[in-house]
């Protein structure tokens, strides 16, 4: 009997300790992530998934009432923290494993992309009445913070802010009136994402700034961006565009995922050499949860063409997203957009294949066809579109660089993106217009 007592004791001290975070998606509370043993796991509450109106969190997590195990749950989870150094400085802040998303998550899943938050067991949703609860910032608060961004992303930590955005590079969630930059807090949302220089990359503001003007010239509908200077520092101010105004005037959350999280692919494996998607996945993902899905595809035949001739060779899949705004979702703007290869330092391989090619210096007129082939479109239509922007975009990025109202004329960065544009688009052309001389042909 003892020993019976003994074991049913030791049975019970083995039970793990499990730990728990409400998620909230807009201002319902949707379901529990839980931790035990190192192991995420996800499940919608039952009062939630029986309501006419309810919605996924992700397409990768289909409303049903069976938990999410690790496998399934950690894609999407893992997908709204930051990456790379910036996770490990805000692990280390916090004093947890940079490798803990439930923690991290717990500590700034506040505001973050999309229209989800995270908050303890038993504490109530931060609703502010009104879009007010900001910490407006003089111009040397501002200085002060991108000086600090560095060592401290995201502000984590600070009292009253929960931020976290995905990404490897420094940027800040930010409220922006038209004049002034603040902070939000205790769950007012943001209206913009702060980009600092990257400090390794050259003019990396100018760069983005000049590409996302360009995509906006050629009409690819990018997330609204400005290059914006405070005292002696510039840095891109990006409107958010999972953020509207509703007829109150109060500002609200979209929701929103990237491709990885939609297709169930953890962040680590953003690129296709790496096992992540490919560009026939994407459109595959793109086919099936837009509504009416043609135009979609055809914008995202857009931004793959637009990448591919700005040297834009960081174009994973966390860098298209989902936008959930209205009874089916949509494909969002285009963001992160810069020239990456301009920079003889950086990788001359591009995220995702065109075609059997990671190279574009090595992209014939067959890759062309078979990617456009994985896509969905016929050759003919991929030939068409892709000699159609090969066409327009020389002209457009020489009138942007020479707009003596922008920031971009005589900047030696933008010369340089303008020539590699120039030789991109040229080569393009020919390879894709080239026809062999009969009378060679007859020789051969």
């Known amino acids: 009997m003892g020993c019976l007592l003994f074991q049913q004791m030791v049975s019970v001290k083995a039970v793990p300790m499990g ?28 009062g939630w998934i029986s309501r006419p109106d309810a919605v996924a969190l992700s397409a990768s997590l289909p409303l049903q009432a069976e938990p999410f195990d690790d496998r399934s ?9 930051p990456e790379g150094q910036m996770r490990r400085l805000i692990a280390q802040r916090f004093q947890v494993s940079g490798q803990n998303d439930f923690a991290l998550l717990e500590q700034i899943g506040g505001e973050c992309a999309g229209a989800v938050t995270f908050i303890a067991p038993g504490q109530s949703l931060p609703l502010p009445t009104r879009n007010d609860d900001v910490r407006w910032l003089s111009d040397n608060e501002v200085v002060a913070i991108l000086d600090e961004l560095p060592h401290r992303p995201m502000l984590a930590g600070r009292d009253g802010l929960r931020l976290s955005l995905a990404g490897a590079q420094d940027k800040l969630p930010v409220v922006f009136d038209g004049a002034r930059i603040g902070l939000p807090r205790n769950g007012t949302p943001s209206s913009h994402i702060l980009k600092p220089a990257v400090l390794a990359v050259e003019d990396s503001v100018i760069n983005e700034g000049y590409c996302m003007a360009l995509a906006y010239a050629i009409g690819l509908k990018p997330a609204k961006s400005k290059v914006h200077r405070v005292l002696d520092r510039s840095f891109l101010l990006v409107e958010r565009y999972d953020r509207l105004i509703d007829a109150q005037g109060d500002r609200q959350r979209v929701h929103q995922e990237d491709f990885c999280q939609a297709l169930g692919v953890v962040p680590e494996l953003k690129y296709q050499n790496e096992g992540g998607p490919d560009l026939a996945q994407c459109f595959d993902l793109v086919r099936r949860a837009t ?17 591919s001739l700005i040297g834009n060779h960081d174009a994973h899949a966390k860098n298209f997203s989902l936008l959930y705004s209205g009874k089916a979702p949509v494909l969002a703007p285009c963001y992160d957009v810069l020239s990456t290869a301009v920079y003889p330092t950086l990788t001359p391989k591009m995220a995702m294949k065109i075609g059997s090619t990671y190279n574009f210096s090595e992209v014939q007129a067959r890759h062309w066809e078979r990617f456009a082939e994985s896509a969905g479109f016929s050759k003919a239509q991929a030939k068409r579109r892709v000699l159609e922007i090969a066409t327009a975009l020389p002209a457009a990025a020489r009138t942007l660089e020479q707009a003596k109202d922008s920031s971009f004329a005589g900047n030696a960065i933008v010369q340089r993106i303008r020539g590699l544009i120039e030789q991109r688009c040229a080569m393009t052309i020919q390879r894709l217009t080239y026809q062999p001389d009969p009378s060679n042909l007859a020789l051969g």
Not at 22 to 36: H, K, M, N
Not at 73 to 81: D, E, H, I
Not at 294 to 305: G, K, N, S, T
Request: aromatic residues 16%.
């Open 19 to 46: 730990r728990e975070l409400e998620v909230w998606l807009f201002a319902d509370r949707i379901g529990t992530l839980a931790l035990a043993e190192g192991r995420l796991s996800f499940s919608y509450e039952s």
């Open 291 to 307: 509504r009416p899905n043609a135009p979609q595809i055809l914008r995202l035949f857009d931004y793959v063409i637009f990448n």
């Open 73 to 81: 749950a950690r894609p999407f989870f893992a997908g709204l923290l």
